[in-house]
């Protein structure tokens, strides 16, 4: 059977009986597993030194000459060590210790998945909000619901939306959809708050197969901004929402 590179890391495996070098290919595809699994990297912001330490692991920065946006290795042979550059792939994600952020390779560049929160109080609301336009705010006192903030067009509740209120802030139409019970399991009882917190109009339907207000599949739309509705479960795929809304069609 003919050595493949195998999906996911690109290790190698498969090989030919009797095929030669095969150790070096063996310790190269463990140097690049230990490097990958749990991948955090000193920076990717610093130009890449000359030389390095053992263990240091580096993401030459996106304006780089060269291998930019490659993950470096410092390894060799003691007194042959060099920088070993990876090519990442789409989907591969980082730890970076000196921003104290986690990045995303998106097949062009590293993006932030989750930004520093070093002398950030409280828990982070924002929803498809910019990194700038995150909301840093107090815990809720005790029996008091969340609120989130979500500036989308589209949101299909989930159950982190359990016992919340949620306020659409978008400029422009917008509507918030409550899945399926095969797709969210929510528990019966189950309460969430939507408020109209921007200008555009705010649109309540139910999925395929939910009915709301006894209606398969309805919807209706929240009557102005600062307006709202609640929602509450009564049964399996079977909601019923309430407030300064218009009739559920």
């Known amino acids: 059977m003919p050595e493949r590179i195998m999906p996911g890391l690109g290790l190698r495996s498969f090989y030919d009986p009797g095929q030669s070098d095969w150790g070096t290919s063996v310790s ?8 990958l699994v749990q991948l955090a990297a000193r920076s990717r912001s610093t130009a890449l030194p000359a030389s390095g330490s053992a263990g240091d692991i580096h993401i030459v920065p996106e304006g780089a000459p060269s291998n930019a946006n490659a993950i470096a290795l410092w390894d060799g042979p003691a007194g042959a060590e060099d920088w070993v550059h990876l090519t990442p792939a789409a989907g ?3 730890w970076i210790a000196d921003a104290g952020e986690r990045v995303r390779f998106d097949g062009t560049a590293w993006q932030v998945v989750l930004p520093a929160l070093a002398g950030k109080a409280g828990r982070l609301l924002g929803v498809n909000a ?3 336009a995150l909301a840093f705010l107090p815990p809720p006192a005790e029996g008091a619901a969340e609120v989130v903030a979500d500036g989308a067009t589209t949101r299909m509740l989930t159950l982190a939306d359990k016992g919340a209120i949620v306020e659409m802030t978008a400029g422009g139409a917008n509507t918030v959809t409550i899945p399926a019970e095969a797709s969210v399991a929510f528990p019966v009882g189950s309460l969430i708050n939507i408020t109209q917190a921007g200008a555009g109009p705010t649109t309540i339907a139910a999925a395929a197969g939910v009915a709301l207000n006894n209606v398969p599949a309805g919807s209706c739309t929240i009557d102005a901004r600062w307006s709202g509705a609640a929602l509450y479960k009564r049964g399996p795929d079977a909601w019923v929402v309430q407030g300064a809304i218009s009739e559920v069609a």
Not at 28 to 35: I, Q
Request: net charge negative; no cysteine.
């Open 28 to 35: 190269e595809d463990l140097r690049r597993l230990s490097a």
């Open 92 to 94: 591969w994600e980082a």
């Open 130 to 132: 910019t990194e700038d």
